[in-house]
């Protein structure tokens, strides 16, 4: 190569190759995946992505050829970010979820949730009372859309009918799934958005809660004066010891963030709201498993059960369930997931 | 793990109102990231947004079709499988496209961009997961609530509603690295990773103007700026800029063209000779920025 008297094009002509060779390998792995890359292959990229690497570095010192540094560089985050990217499989990443994410998510945001199921009880409790005393009450704590025959003035028999669906049973059956599919994606916004309103110093993440357990004891109210405490209970808890964990989860992921933003301690505002975000994320992700199964209960298991004392048990079995699989103690899973290159 | 400049010192110094980021590899190379503008975010979101409604109706009408084809009795199944799919559509499309290689939606791929972590780690799960739950309150909050109450609230809500929005969306013009509150929660941002092409090596031409040798007053006239315009110049070769160039440059430096010199030949060899005087220069660790540098 006499033609070639810069130094610079003497360096890009002994390098190239490689580049190329980088290139051709990176576009491969990222349209398809790094499964696509042979084992040779996969250990030729860190070299090749160091060399490219070195390469910038020598094109920025001594190199004015514009296109050539501007190539280098994104050729070089390219490769950085495959190198030092994600590494596990989806699969992977689902299992280690669920065996150690998300239960650890939920033991590390415990102050946080005990203070969501306080605010929801205090909820519960503060509109049974103000129901009892004057049925007016229901009407404020209530959605119109929620009420569907349950209101004060209902006789007793319509409340019943309510709560054990007899007489368009057939109808009811063929829609079940469909209901619960509704149900799941409902709630799953109302969790989501618990969870993004904490973002405002958890203030509103904290009345929706509060809200929550009001609307929860006006229903409660309205039932136990007409005697049929015990039924609306099993009606009530088949699916709403899922529901109303995930709820409180939700509320207590939210008010993480909004803690974080509050009170940041040593951080800066926005390190600290995004240490504690990415925490909460899982933990909401974790909610929307829950608010799944709890679809499904609600719209599945309570047309199907309508015996009160086999609501009662499964949603004792599943309280257990819930209670042991995210607090029980356990052991530290084996190894943080891949090295870092 | 690779440092960005933000998050190495406790108080960090305020983000350059440039886009572009430092990013130390472990290597201890700097990347010089450069973010994305908020028009390409918005685009790209735009795109992402059309893709789902296209989905969505295509979806539809599948199902509506299975549900003549089945006489209604697949009615059940049928809208089980829409509101699923619906949901999934809403709320993991933008997850699942992040979480693979590319880090991206096919909105932001379409217009090379990527999601990052913020102190140049590793994008994890739970981010990606976060900055997406958070489009629940920024986009589809308002917009559920605006379209599914509309013929039932008063102009006051609505108009809250819309300033409730315009916050959300604004957002990211408001802050240096052009955050949306997600990516704030998150500890992301989104990054260019343009695909360039290595483009040819405008001083490796097959040399055939060696007859013009330039002066050391000749070559001391332009500094590297210039000579990184006149590469461009080279690169599209627009037969009348590159006479108004060459004109240009002969009057600057005081060179008067021979019988058959050509404008492109002259421009050539004076490139090369330019290129080769700098980059001689900045071995010696001189770096002149542009014509007006005289140190």
Same mark, same amino acid.
């Not at chain 1, 209530?142 to 929620?146: A, I, S």
């Not at chain 1, 973002?199 to 958890?202: D, E, I, S, Y």
């Not at chain 2, 290689?101 to 939606?105: D, H, I, N, Q």
């Not at chain 2, 040819?200 to 007859?211: I, K, N, Q």
């Given at each position: 190569m006499a033609e070639l008297r810069l130094k610079s094009s003497r360096f890009r002509a002994e390098r190239e190759a490689d580049w190329l060779k980088l290139e051709k390998l990176l576009t491969r792995a990222e349209t398809r995946? +790094?499964? +696509?890359?042979?084992d040779d292959e996969l250990i030729a990229l860190p070299v090749l992505y160091r060399s490219a690497l070195s390469s910038l570095s020598v094109a920025r010192a001594t190199s004015l050829d514009g296109n050539l540094v501007d190539y280098l560089e994104s050729l070089s985050a390219r490769a950085y970010f495959f190198v030092y @990217?994600?590494?596990?499989?989806l699969v992977g990443r689902i299992g280690r979820f669920f065996a150690h994410d998300w239960p650890a998510a939920a033991r590390s945001t415990w102050r946080e949730t005990l203070v969501c199921a306080a605010l929801m009880l205090m909820g519960i409790v503060l509109a049974y009372v103000m129901v009892n005393q004057d049925p007016a009450w229901f009407q404020s704590f209530?959605? @119109?859309?929620?009420v569907e025959g349950r @209101?004060?003035? +209902?006789s007793t028999e319509q409340l019943r009918q309510t709560l054990f669906d007899t007489h368009h049973q057939n109808t009811a059956q063929a829609m079940l799934p469909a209901f619960a599919t509704f149900l799941f994606t409902n709630n799953a916004g109302v969790g989501l958005m618990a969870f993004a309103l904490g #973002? +405002? #110093? @958890?203030l509103p993440t904290a009345i929706l809660e509060f809200y929550n357990g009001c609307t929860l004891g006006a229903f409660l109210a309205v039932f136990i004066s007409h005697g049929l405490g015990y039924e609306a209970g099993g009606w009530l808890m088949i699916h709403g010891v899922t529901e109303l964990t995930a709820t409180v989860l939700a509320g207590a992921a939210g008010m993480k963030i909004g803690w974080a933003v509050a009170f940041p301690g040593d951080r800066t505002r926005l390190d600290a709201a995004a240490a504690e975000g990415r925490k909460a994320a899982t933990l909401m992700a974790g909610v929307l498993v829950m608010l799944f199964c709890a679809g499904i209960l609600e719209g599945i298991g309570r047309q199907m059960i309508q015996d009160t004392v086999v609501r009662y048990a499964i949603a004792a079995t599943t309280g257990v369930f819930w209670l042991v699989y995210l607090y029980a103690p356990r052991r530290a899973p084996k190894a943080m997931e891949g090295g870092r290159g | 793990m690779a440092k960005a400049k933000t998050a190495a %010192?406790?108080? /960090?110094? *305020?983000?350059?109102?440039?886009?572009e980021r430092e990013l130390i590899t472990p290597e201890g190379v700097d990347l010089r990231l450069r973010l994305a503008e908020a028009s390409e975010r918005a685009s790209a979101f735009l795109l992402d947004a059309a893709i789902i409604v296209g989905v969505l109706v295509a979806m539809t009408i599948v199902m509506l079709l299975a549900l003549l084809a089945t006489k209604g009795h697949g009615g059940s199944a049928i809208a089980v499988l829409w509101l699923f799919g619906s949901f999934v559509l809403r709320n993991l499309y933008f997850i699942l496209f992040e979480l693979t290689? *590319?880090?991206?939606?096919p909105g932001k791929r379409i217009l090379g961009l990527r999601v990052a972590a913020r102190n140049g780690g590793r994008l994890t799960a739970d981010a990606i997961f976060g900055r997406n739950a958070m489009r629940e309150l920024e986009v589809f909050l308002p917009l559920s609530f605006l379209f599914a109450h509309a013929q039932d609230i008063d102009a006051v809500i609505a108009l809250a509603g819309a300033a409730w929005c315009a916050v959300f969306v604004f957002f /990211?013009?408001?802050n240096r690295d052009r955050l949306r509150v997600g990516d704030l929660v998150a500890g992301t941002w989104v990054v260019k990773t343009p695909k360039l092409k290595l483009l040819?090596?405008?001083? %490796?031409?097959?040399?055939?103007?060696?007859?013009l040798v330039f002066s050391a007053a000749q070559l001391d006239a332009y500094g590297v700026k210039e000579l990184q315009v006149l590469e461009q110049v080279l690169r599209r070769y627009d037969a009348k800029v590159v006479a108004a160039v060459a004109a240009r440059i002969r009057g600057k430096i005081g060179w008067t063209a021979s019988d058959g010199e050509g404008d492109g030949d002259f421009l050539d060899a004076y490139y090369r000779a330019l290129r080769g005087r700098l980059e001689g220069r900045l071995l010696f660790g001189r770096r002149r920025k542009d014509k007006h540098d005289q140190g």
């Open positions: 995946s +790094a499964s +696509a890359l042979s @990217g994600t590494r596990t499989s209530v959605p @119109g859309q929620l @209101g004060p003035d +209902a #973002f +405002a #110093f @958890g | %010192s406790p108080k /960090p110094a *305020k983000p350059p109102a440039t886009l290689p *590319k880090a991206a939606t /990211p013009l408001f040819r090596d405008m001083a %490796s031409r097959p040399d055939d103007t060696r007859g």
